[in-house]
């Protein structure tokens, strides 16, 4: 599978999807014009790749901030690593916070208790 990469803008995240690493990618702010139009074209690849995942599947989600809209799109996403574990394969979701940004620690804790995957909340010094 071709790998997914998009340059971040100051409203859409930078995204790398690499299926051959396992790696996954969604870092920086997410307030497109058209959340659903960013995202589709994501959601549609982790649907090819949940048919046949790695062993072990690694996300990374830093965002700064993500709007309404986005919130539901990033949902989708994760509903689709979701198949992924119902394949027995692992999957691992890291989702980064700065220090004192209460609310996107509590966004992620929010996603962990809607969806049967793994999360782990890692908290980055500011700098």
């Known amino acids: 599978?071709?790998?997914?990469?998009i340059e971040g803008t100051?409203?859409?995240?930078?995204?790398n999807f690499n299926s051959e690493a396992g790696i996954f990618e969604i870092k920086g702010r997410s307030?497109?014009?058209n959340s659903i139009e960013f995202y589709k074209p994501?959601?549609?690849?982790?649907?090819?790749?949940?048919?046949?995942?790695?062993?072990?599947?690694?996300?990374?989600?830093?965002?700064e901030y993500f709007n309404t809209?986005?919130?539901?799109?990033?949902?989708?996403?994760?509903?689709?690593?979701?198949?992924?574990?119902?394949?027995?394969?692992?999957i691992v979701i890291n989702w980064h916070y700065e220090e004192d940004d209460e609310d996107m620690l509590e966004a992620g804790?929010?996603?962990?208790s809607i969806?049967?995957?793994p999360f782990k909340m890692i908290e980055i010094d500011d700098e």
């Open 1 to 5: 599978m071709e790998a997914i990469f």
């Open 10 to 15: 100051p409203k859409t995240p930078t995204v």
């Open 31 to 33: 307030i497109p014009e």
């Open 42 to 63: 994501l959601v549609d690849w982790l649907d090819k790749y949940a048919s046949s995942p790695l062993d072990k599947t690694e996300v990374n989600i830093q965002l």
């Open 69 to 90: 809209s986005s919130s539901k799109c990033i949902l989708d996403v994760f509903k689709k690593l979701e198949k992924v574990t119902q394949t027995n394969k692992e």
């Open 109 to 112: 804790e929010d996603y962990q």
């Open 115 to 117: 969806l049967r995957i």
